[in-house]
């Protein structure tokens, strides 16, 4: 299996804020890399698929970028309803695995 | 607009087999050449691919819960179902259905279920 693992686990942060998520995988995915926000008792909404790509209707201070091992998930300017938890997701393998979440709290 | 929900027993005994349905909606299940996933997420845990399943009924397993596992599709309603066999406390999780999956490497799952808590206890 592909392992992914992001960083850092949690993170605190104030309204406004630029925050950067980074997702590594455990062996070259090209960008078949795709990010997900999670708020409690909800499912997962993606929002950036192929490392880069903005999924529909996803407001534009989302921005993936990375390619091969290393990604990024950045916010521009947190909004309070951007507080909630963030996994990336591996598809260049059929197996598919997801990396362990990032909870973004609000500081 | 696509949506998704499941369905089937919240509580199921240990060694019993856990059956979920997902319900698609706003959508033909055998159109637009898409894949359909289970995915599970443990109790305040991340998310875990179960396995995906094509309209023709073509399926791809995640290999550590393979032998236990049966995912089939019924176009005329529009769902797909989940067996997992042999069940144990481990298995406790929301289980969730999502459009995605298929080989070639896009596979994001857009499309998602509410989701729904499976426990696993006598």
């Known amino acids: 299996d592909i392992q992914m693992t992001q960083s850092p686990s949690s993170l605190s942060a104030s309204v406004g804020d630029r925050v950067t998520i980074t997702c590594r995988a455990s062996q070259s995915i090209r960008s078949y890399l795709n990010w997900y926000q999670q708020k409690p008792g909800k499912a997962p909404k993606l929002l950036i698929y192929a490392a880069s790509s903005l999924q529909s209707g996803v407001p534009s201070r989302f921005s993936g970028s990375g390619s091969g091992t290393d990604f990024t998930l950045t916010v521009s300017s947190l909004q309070p309803e951007d507080f909630a938890t963030y996994y990336c997701q591996q598809s260049y393998s059929n197996s598919y695995t997801f990396g362990q979440g990032t909870k973004l709290e609000i500081k | 607009q696509v949506q998704l929900q499941e369905s089937g027993p919240g509580l199921v005994k240990p060694s019993q087999t856990l059956s979920l349905t997902c319900t698609v909606s706003?959508?033909?299940?055998?159109?637009?050449?898409?894949?359909w996933s289970w995915i599970r997420q443990h109790p305040g845990k991340g998310l875990e691919w179960i396995a995906y399943i094509y309209y023709s009924g073509s399926t791809y397993y995640n290999p550590s819960l393979k032998s236990r596992l049966t995912v089939s599709v019924d176009t005329s309603k529009n769902q797909f179902s989940l067996k997992l066999s042999s069940v144990t406390a481990a298995d406790t999780a929301v289980y969730y259905c999502?459009?995605?999956?298929?080989?070639?490497?896009?596979?994001?799952?857009?499309?998602w279920g509410q989701g729904t808590l499976v426990t696993v206890s006598s």
């Open positions: 999502a459009r995605g999956g298929g080989g070639g490497g896009a596979a994001a799952f857009d499309y």
């Open positions: 706003g959508g033909s299940i055998s159109s637009g050449g898409s894949y």
